[in-house]
């Protein structure tokens, strides 16, 4: 089994599709390990604001039967292929890490750039995997967000799946 660290984000129906993505993913892999889900503004375009969070799991999947699960996921979902790569989705759902890969698998880039570049998606995976270091850097992630140093403002907020409380608006 691998560890796996994936990125969700949705800014169509957001509580909808990000919930929908969870209960897919648990039926599938079983155990999930959840950061809090934070908002940000939308990057790369003018849209609504984004509701973003890292999962973490175990899978005996390969990358590409991964990715092509993700894919089905994202499908069942309402996902458009169709339009420009940065615009508005009901839901997106990336691979970040595949255990300690180091490079591009089946057409996935591992680790994905995004990690260091996206606050949305550097925080929360700070915040769930604190003292994993990333697989060509080196440093936690813990250390890598606090050396974060992007303009990207995000803000964590309320969220329940299944009656559990995932995330905290109030939290610092």
């Known amino acids: 089994m691998t560890r796996v660290y994936l990125g969700l984000g949705s800014n169509r129906e957001r509580e909808r599709y990000i919930c929908a993505a969870l209960d897919a993913l648990a039926e599938r892999f079983g155990k999930l390990c959840i950061s809090s889900v934070y908002e940000s503004e939308s990057v790369g375009f003018k849209g609504s604001n984004f509701y973003n969070l890292v999962v ?7 990358v590409a039967e991964l990715s092509a699960c993700l894919k089905g996921i994202e499908d069942d979902n309402g996902r458009d292929r169709t339009g420009p790569r940065f615009s508005a989705r009901t839901l997106d759902i990336d691979i970040l890490t595949y255990g300690d890969r180091k ?14 570049h996206n606050a949305f998606v550097l925080r929360p995976l700070a915040e769930l995997a604190p003292d994993v270091c990333h697989p060509v850097l080196g440093d936690t992630y813990e250390v890598l967000w606090q050396q974060y140093e992007y303009e990207q403002v995000l803000w964590p907020v309320d969220f329940e799946w299944r009656g559990r409380r995932i995330s905290n608006g109030n939290q610092p």
Request: proline share 10%.
């Open 56 to 62: 973490g799991l175990d899978t005996g999947l390969g």
């Open 103 to 116: 490079q591009p698998e089946s057409g996935v880039q591992l680790p994905r750039d995004e990690i260091l």
